[in-house]
């Protein structure tokens, strides 16, 4: 019960840190308010014209690759860092091969995925 006592005040310090920097922020802020001030902010550049305007389907095709190389990542850095580690904590000596080799067929498969999309042209910007 004592070790809720501490997250709990953790907590209430935090939520009293967020609040008062909104209320100093409030406080000492510029209040001067200007049209670009007011502007939308669009990536660094001026919004003109409708913002419901069609991406070209290229830029799904390339956010889902950065998706799939991304989960990729989150795969094999786990595994390359306890690949083999010999305090127990890692893979056992018995398996290493077996996951060594699911491994290789996992980023053959992502290989395999990214020569497909290569040959299809998804990275060729018009």
């Not at 709990?8 to 209040?31: Q, R, S, T």
């Not at 390359?80 to 290493?96: F, K, Q, T």
């Amino acid at each position: 019960m004592e070790s809720s006592h501490a997250v709990l005040m953790y907590a209430g310090v935090m939520v009293g840190f967020v609040i008062a920097n909104l209320i100093v922020i409030h406080l000492v802020g510029p209040k001067n308010r200007t049209a670009v001030k007011q502007m939308p902010y669009e990536s660094g550049m001026d919004p003109v014209g409708d913002a419901r305007q069609p991406f070209d389907v290229k830029f799904y095709l390339v956010a889902i690759l950065f998706l799939v190389f991304d989960v990729e990542l989150l795969f094999l850095y786990p595994w390359s860092v306890a690949a083999y580690l010999n305090d127990g904590i890692g893979v056992p000596r018995e398996l290493r091969n077996t996951v060594f080799g699911v491994m290789l067929v996992f980023m053959g498969t992502l290989a395999i995925a990214y020569v497909y999309a290569w040959r299809k042209g998804v990275f060729k910007w018009r």
